[in-house]
């Protein structure tokens, strides 16, 4: 069975910085694009970024261009995403998602439980 | 960012059929797949419906989707009351090369 375990998530301060990061296990991981995506409390789903299977490509949603970086250790079979200058409208449960392919876009097929990020001092 | 429109809500009686909809535009759903994902309160999303009309392994075929020119729908017949979550579409939109959601809608089994 495909598994996503997100963890990282936290009480961060305005400001400061944290990195998520997904293990992900029961499939190849480096033959697979990998996305985050959030919602924020009480609020719909948003698309944050996504990355191909090699790590070569990605795209990002405006808000957080500059700020977050996605990354993967195919070695490790992990995704991450380095946030930082962290604001109040970043507070938001992140979801680590399998794409359904090795290319980017890749939709979001399977889903992590989640982590959640709160912004606030 | 562009975003794609749902009503906020949709209902129906158990065993009936109760349609969605996703509007959109030429850059993304007119464009590209459209998906349709199921979330309940305080779980993660699940797709339903992948490539506008196929059904992932586990989905039943009470959800169905299609897709005409820059929108697209999602029907659940035979509805039942473990039908009731919410619901949103999503597409790649080629402008802006982000993945877009939909605004999401309830679903209520009366």
């Known amino acids: 069975d495909v598994q996503l375990l997100e963890s990282g998530g936290g009480l961060e301060q305005p400001g400061g910085s944290l990195r998520l990061s997904c293990e992900a296990s029961?499939?190849?991981?480096?033959?697979?694009?990998m996305n985050w995506v959030r919602q924020a409390p009480g609020k719909g789903l948003e698309w944050v970024s996504v990355?191909?299977?090699?790590?070569?490509?990605?795209y990002y949603v405006d808000s957080v261009k500059g700020r977050f970086t996605i990354s993967r250790d195919n070695s490790k079979n992990t995704l991450y995403l380095q946030m930082s200058s962290l604001g109040a409208e970043d507070t938001a449960t992140y979801y680590c998602?399998?794409?359904?392919?090795?290319?980017?876009?890749?939709?979001?097929?399977?889903w992590g439980q989640g982590t959640l990020v709160t912004v606030s001092s | 960012q562009s975003v794609l429109t749902q009503p906020p809500s949709a209902s129906g009686a158990p065993g009936q059929r109760v349609t969605i909809s996703c509007s959109g535009s030429?850059?993304?759903?007119?464009?590209?797949?459209v998906y349709w994902y199921q979330q309940f309160p305080g779980a993660a999303p699940k797709l339903v419906v992948n490539?506008?009309?196929q059904w992932p392994s586990g989905v039943p075929d009470r959800f169905s989707g299609s897709k005409a020119g820059s929108s697209a729908s999602l029907a659940i017949s035979g509805l039942r009351s473990d039908d009731e979550a919410d619901y949103y579409c999503?597409?790649?939109?080629?402008?802006?090369?982000?993945?877009?959601f939909g605004t999401g809608t309830k679903v209520t089994v009366l």
């Open positions: 490539k506008n009309d």
């Open positions: 990355i191909s299977a090699s790590g070569d490509r990605a």
């Open positions: 999503a597409a790649w939109d080629d402008n802006h090369d982000l993945f877009v």
């Open positions: 030429s850059s993304n759903i007119g464009r590209n797949f």
């Open positions: 998602a399998r794409g359904n392919f090795d290319g980017v876009p890749a939709a979001p097929y399977y």
């Open positions: 029961g499939f190849t991981f480096s033959n697979f694009a």
